[in-house]
């Protein structure tokens, strides 16, 4: 059993009941957590909208909740709305800069907005906080192959393939391997 306790939670456990702040506090944090868990049970069943709603109230009880604007972003990004999700991601960004994830969902969306090196930049955020994530360098690879780096995306590509990451075979086969771009002791 996993006991998450929030910031706002610890600050009335060590005394802000004293100055009168607490349960005042203390019910927001659970409004809002209550909100996150509602966004969070209508974003797993595919009901965007709804989650996106209870997302969006999460953020007007607790504006600072860092947590809440990276899952609004990605509700964003599954409604294709990708300049929200780049903005929810900068915000989460803000407020939290060891979100990790965010930098590869902030990523992913400036590359379907064509914004390629914003992506690749995000990206390389994302890698340098996590070298084994196959799915960063293969979008990473992505972008650098619409910029016509073909050498950099195949480099990245291998790199995917290596950490397991198999939509990359097909690219590897047709753009990579005539110019002997693939590291001959990558596994098939």
């Known amino acids: 059993m996993q006991i998450q306790i929030s910031l706002l939670h610890l600050a009335w456990l060590a005394g802000g009941l004293a100055c009168g702040l607490g349960p005042k506090l203390l019910a927001q944090s659970h409004k809002t957590d209550s909100y996150l868990s509602l966004a969070y049970q209508k974003a797993q069943a595919g009901n965007y909208r709804q989650a996106l709603r209870y997302y969006d109230k999460a953020l007007e009880t607790d504006p600072q909740h860092a947590e809440a604007y990276y899952h609004r972003g990605n509700v964003r990004y599954d409604l294709k709305d990708y300049q929200g999700a780049i903005e929810d991601c900068q915000a989460a960004l803000r407020l939290n800069p060891g979100l990790i994830d965010a930098f590869f969902n902030?990523?992913?969306?400036?590359?379907?907005?064509?914004?390629?090196?914003?992506?690749?930049?995000?990206?390389?955020?994302?890698?340098?906080?996590?070298?084994?994530?196959?799915e960063s360098y293969y979008?990473?690879?992505?972008?650098?192959?619409?910029?016509?780096?073909i050498n950099l995306a195949c480099q990245d590509w291998n790199q995917a393939k290596n950490l397991g990451n198999a939509y990359v075979n097909t690219y590897l086969s047709r753009y990579c391997q005539e110019e002997g771009?693939?590291?001959s002791g990558a596994p098939e």
């Open 139 to 149: 979008w990473r690879g992505m972008a650098f192959f619409r910029i016509n780096k």
């Open 181 to 183: 771009q693939i590291d």
């Open 106 to 134: 902030l990523g992913i969306s400036h590359y379907h907005l064509k914004e390629y090196a914003e992506a690749i930049t995000a990206l390389s955020q994302a890698l340098q906080a996590n070298a084994q994530d196959g």
